[in-house]
């Protein structure tokens, strides 16, 4: 979470994007019965969750 805050506006928007894509891929695998981690998925949203709520409070 600290290195989060460190970071600018531009670059939590390329990392919420990345996680976003990342979440999306993890729920074909899923489908697709390819992953073994289940809790990757929970991880990735909980990410998503805090890249957002850092950008809304630097707005």
Not at 16 to 41: D, I, P, Q, T
């Amino acid at each position: 979470m600290k290195e989060l805050l460190k970071k600018t506006v531009s670059e939590l928007k390329s990392l919420l994007s990345e996680k976003r894509m990342a979440l999306r891929n993890f729920r074909f695998a899923v489908s697709g019965s390819n992953v073994r981690n289940v809790k990757e998925g929970n991880a990735a949203k909980k990410d998503i969750a805090r890249i957002l709520t850092i950008l809304n409070t630097k707005k």
